[in-house]
C-alpha cells in the first residue's frame, strides 16, 4: 500500500478550500439575485398600490362636497379640495383623482351657469306690461308673496313661463314703484307744505293734475309715478282736444 505524499494531501486540502469558498460565493450572488428580485418585485407592488390609490374613484359623497367647495371658491386648488375632503370624511383621496374631478366639474357648472344666465335673459324679454300688472295684483294681494309661487301664477294665468330670477327681478322692481307711490299718497294726503310744493315741482304739476293725481290715486294705491304722469298727460290732451272742437283754445 503506497501512502500519498504530504504535498499531494495540501494541495487536495487547498483544492477543497476553494470549492468551498466559490460555493460560498455563488451562494451570495443568488442570494443576491433573490433580494433584487424582491426589491424589484416590492417596488412594482408598491408603485402599483400607489398608482391605484392616486387613481380611485370618488364616491358619491365625496363628489357632493366637491361641488359645495366649488361652489364656495371656483378657483379652489386641487390640493386644498384633497385636504378638506381628507378631513370631512376621513378616508385618503389621491390627488389624481380629486385634480381631475374638479376639472370635469368646473366644466359642467361653467355650462350650466351660461345656459342658466341665457334662459334669465330670454325670459327677461318676455314680460311685458300685461303681466307686470298681474304681478303688481299678486303684491297688492299678498306684499311678501315667494318669487316662486308669483311666478307659478304667473305661468298659471297668463300661460307666461319665466326665469325665478327673472320673477323675483320684477318683484322687487314693483315694490319699490309700489313704495313709491305710497310716499306720493302720503305727500298729497299730508298736510306738510314743503313735501307736497317738492312733489309738484319735482313733475311740474298743476293744481288740476293734482286732482286728477289724487284720483289715480283713489283707483289704484300702488300706481307708479312713471304711469301716473303719463296718466296725467294723456288727460290733459284728452281735455286740451276737446276744448278745440267746442271752439276754446287753453292758455
Known amino acids: 500500500m503506497k501512502l500519498r505524499s504530504s504535498k499531494a ?50 364616491n358619491d359623497i365625496e363628489i357632493d362636497l366637491l361641488k359645495a367647495y366649488l361652489n364656495e371658491n371656483i378657483f379652489i386648488h386641487s390640493t386644498e379640495a384633497k385636504s378638506r375632503l381628507e378631513k370631512e370624511t376621513g378616508i385618503e383621496a389621491g390627488v389624481y383623482s380629486v385634480s381631475q374631478k374638479l376639472r370635469f366639474l368646473k366644466k359642467k357648472m361653467v355650462k350650466e351657469y351660461a345656459k ?6 330670454e325670459s ?14 299678486y303684491l297688492r294681494e299678498n306684499s311678501s308673496i315667494e318669487p316662486s309661487e308669483a311666478r307659478d301664477r304667473l305661468q298659471k294665468d297668463t300661460g307666461l313661463k319665466v326665469h325665478i ?19 306720493k299718497l302720503d305727500m298729497i294726503r299730508s298736510n306738510s307744505t314743503e313735501a307736497l310744493t317738492k312733489f309738484i315741482y319735482e313733475y311740474e304739476l298743476s293744481n288740476t293734475h293734482i286732482e286728477y293725481l289724487k284720483k289715480l290715486l283713489k283707483e289704484d294705491n300702488y300706481i307708479e309715478s312713471v304711469e301716473a304722469r303719463n296718466r ?14 267746442n271752439g276754446f283754445r287753453m292758455h
Open 165 to 183: 330670477t327673472t320673477a323675483n327681478k320684477h318683484l322687487n322692481l314693483l315694490k319699490e314703484g309700489i313704495g313709491s307711490g305710497r310716499d
Open 232 to 245: 296725467i298727460q294723456e288727460e290733459m290732451d284728452e281735455f286740451k282736444k276737446a276744448k278745440e272742437r
Open 116 to 121: 342658466q344666465r341665457l334662459a334669465i335673459t
Open 9 to 58: 494531501i495540501e494541495s487536495n486540502s487547498k483544492s477543497d478550500d476553494n470549492t468551498d469558498i466559490y460555493d460560498e460565493i455563488n451562494a451570495d450572488k443568488q442570494n443576491d439575485s433573490i433580494n433584487n428580485g424582491l426589491e424589484i418585485e416590492l417596488k412594482s407592488d408598491t408603485s402599483d398600490t400607489v398608482r391605484s390609490y392616486n387613481c380611485r374613484k370618488l
Open 124 to 137: 327677461g324679454k318676455k314680460v311685458k306690461r300685461f303681466h307686470l300688472e298681474h304681478l303688481k295684483k
